[in-house]
């Protein structure tokens, strides 16, 4: 949620305006996370066309991956359309309907993205606790169903802002990305509903697989002694994935809640805090903003760690002996689980 509003932030009690704040910070913060995104994005695809030219089709961990950076896509995508608002100090030239689905665009990325993180790291711990379970569920066509269902909840549960009313005229200046007034409950609403279902399950799965797969990548094996080093490598990738989510999703969803707190207290003029301290939070919700929407510039780090990987073993695909549709893709699932429990 932009931490932005003229209706708020030029209320007359208070007199508390950051919008200079947000015609700074919220153009660098994109246009750094719109090059960076596009710069990864384009070699992932790469990497997972190379990939799909020698198998012709995706193992679940690469169909989740896609997915995911389809998402990601969609977001980094509707960065410009951002930039350009706050550059054209605060005016939206693109019409209701083009602000609407940027806003739709946002939380549906934020919220898929989530749930493939989950769904990715369920697998992980899958292969790594329970492997032999893992080869029995692991299908292209479940993979499938699993994208699909979590596409078309985050969806449904996204709808809501496609209806929300996001823009104001004022002074002959056409408004978006901003929190009207009358959307404050509404919105606060929305978010006691997408705090614990959008966030704070999927940390509590996030949490407990990442435990558990690091704590079995770290128990030595019999006749090694210690842990190997691509055990350690791994458990650095658990580590950058967990971190990357609660760099990008914690500071916004804690914020974002107080955000609106803040601002439903302002409205009902039963707020008791400072000027100061409400230009803070303000600003803050700025700044937490800007590091959710980084999430789609930072998930390549993720793609190139497993990309490693699946190139070392398509390059074994490729050289071995040809076999059958459904030898191969025995190896192929087999292959997979290796890289999963490295």
């Not at 797969?213 to 791994?234: D, E, F, I, N």
């Not at 500071?251 to 100061?276: A, D, Q, W």
């Not at 390059?315 to 076999?323: F, I, L, Q, S, Y």
Request: glycine share 6%; net charge positive; proline share 4%.
């Amino acid at each position: 949620m932009n931490a932005s509003s003229p209706d708020l932030w030029n209320n007359i009690s208070c007199g508390v305006s950051i919008d200079d704040f947000k015609r700074v910070v919220y153009p660098v913060a994109y246009l750094i996370i719109f090059v960076l995104g596009t710069a990864g994005h384009s070699l992932s695809i790469c990497v997972f066309f190379s990939q799909w030219r020698v198998q012709k089709s995706f193992t679940p961990v690469n169909l989740l991956m896609v997915n995911l950076l389809v998402s990601d896509l969609m977001l980094v995508c509707s960065l410009p359309l951002r930039i350009s608002y706050y550059l054209l100090n605060s005016h939206w030239p693109f019409g209701d309907i083009a602000c609407r689905v940027i806003l739709y665009v946002f939380y549906l990325n934020m919220y898929s993205s989530v749930y493939f993180l989950v769904a990715l790291n369920v697998l992980r711990y899958l292969a790594l606790v329970w492997p032999y379970l893992y080869l029995r569920i692991q299908t292209h066509y479940g993979a499938g169903i699993v994208c699909g269902l979590i596409w078309l909840l985050m969806a449904l549960a996204s709808s809501p802002l496609l209806f929300s009313k996001r823009g104001n005229q004022g002074e002959g200046t056409a408004r978006c990305l901003e929190l009207a007034l009358e959307s404050v409950e509404k919105m606060l609403f929305i978010n006691n509903v997408s705090f614990p279902v959008g966030f704070f399950l999927p940390l509590v799965v996030i949490i407990f697989c990442s435990v558990f797969v690091v704590k079995s990548l770290l128990r030595p094996r019999p006749g090694l002694g210690r842990t190997r080093p691509c055990r350690k490598k791994a458990c650095a990738l658990v580590i950058i994935s967990f971190g990357i989510f609660l760099l990008c999703f914690l500071p916004y969803h804690v914020v974002r809640t107080i955000f609106l707190y803040t601002e439903k207290n302002f409205k009902m003029n039963e707020y008791k805090g400072s000027c100061h301290y409400l230009c803070v939070v303000r600003k803050i919700a700025v700044i937490s903003h800007c590091l959710c929407t980084a999430n789609s510039c930072l998930d390549p780090v993720l793609f190139f760690f497993v990309g490693e990987n699946f190139r070392t073993f398509s390059a074994k695909w490729m050289g071995g002996r040809r076999t059958s549709h459904s030898v191969a893709r025995r190896t192929l699932q087999q292959e997979e689980l290796h890289v999963l429990q490295k």
